[in-house]
């Protein structure tokens, strides 16, 4: 498959990951790649909404991204400016109307995503009233194609582990591979690409290397994706949303294997488990981990 992506990992840029020196099981020295992070503030126009922990990189995206999930940037909503001050640590997204979250503010609750991702009280409000395109279609030579494409492609998860990847898709191609190392940061910053390029959701895969949360099942819903996949497992409160929503929800995808518990019908059994090739050795062993 030729590279598809508009948009994949840097695992080499300066700042994301270091070298720290340790030792092994045999006590002997050993040099390893850590990743970093780093606290972001966001704020709404005058308006401090949230600090974040991420690795640092596309602040851009993971602030309209964020804004958006939470219902905070509506559909009509004109951004006039995305200012970033690396030294102070802060992103201000503005836009041309007045907002005013501070009720709002009042009512997030923590949820069980890593590096403290939070939901507001009435983003479901916004949840139950999508409807996703039934018409949408996951084939098997898809999916076998994805997460063998996904899995080789170079990133810090391969490199250092200690971190999730979100990866928006069409049909066997994967187009914006973003990672940090918590997974509401990652979804946030497709969110937030996707909202800058206007792209259209309907027919769009979303694939994740975490645990198919309610965080997960809901964020993806609010963007209009209509087909969630995951190398990881289930909580049953993201199966009993997703089954709500009309989400296709498929997990434990890794090599040829997965399980749908959600939205079955748009799979199309193309391809044979047997045909698909085997997953990179490398790829499994990582996955192995990676059920946070």
């Known amino acids: 498959m030729t590279d598809s992506y508009l948009l994949r990992p840097e695992p080499e840029a300066e700042g994301l990951s270091t070298s720290v ?11 390893t790649r850590v990743v970093t992070e780093k606290a972001l503030t966001l704020f709404l126009n005058s308006q401090e909404v949230v600090t974040m922990m991420t690795i640092g990189d596309h602040p851009d995206l993971l602030a309209v991204g964020y804004l958006k999930n939470q219902n905070m940037l ?44 939070t939901v507001f009280g009435d983003v479901m409000d916004g949840f139950e009233g999508i409807e996703l395109k039934q018409s949408a279609e996951l084939r098997t030579s898809w999916l076998y194609a994805l997460t063998k494409a996904i899995n080789t492609t170079p990133s810090l998860y391969l490199e250092a582990g200690a971190i999730h990847g979100c990866v928006l898709c069409q049909g066997d191609k994967p187009l914006v591979y973003m990672e940090d190392v918590g997974r509401h940061n990652a979804v946030d910053k497709i969110a937030g690409w996707m909202t800058l390029n206007q792209v259209t959701p309907a027919d769009k895969i979303f694939y994740t290397t975490g645990r198919l949360t309610s965080e997960m099942v809901i964020k993806t819903v609010m963007m209009g994706i209509p087909i969630l996949v995951s190398r990881s497992g289930f909580t049953a409160w993201g199966v009993d949303l997703a089954r709500k929503a009309g989400l296709t929800l498929v997990g434990r995808a890794r090599g040829k294997r997965f399980v749908a518990l959600a939205g079955q019908d748009r ?10 090739d085997d997953e990179p050795a490398d790829a499994r062993r990582k996955g192995a981990f990676s059920d946070g």
């Open 21 to 31: 020196e340790g030792i092994d099981q045999d006590g002997q020295p050993v040099t």
């Open 74 to 117: 509506q559909a009509d909503d004109v951004i006039t400016g995305i200012d970033y001050d690396d030294d102070l640590e802060v992103v201000v997204v503005r836009t041309e109307r007045e907002t005013n979250y501070e009720e709002k503010l009042k009512k997030k609750v923590r949820t069980s995503g890593c590096a403290q991702g």
């Open 267 to 276: 799979i199309t059994f193309d391809m044979a488990p047997e045909a698909a």
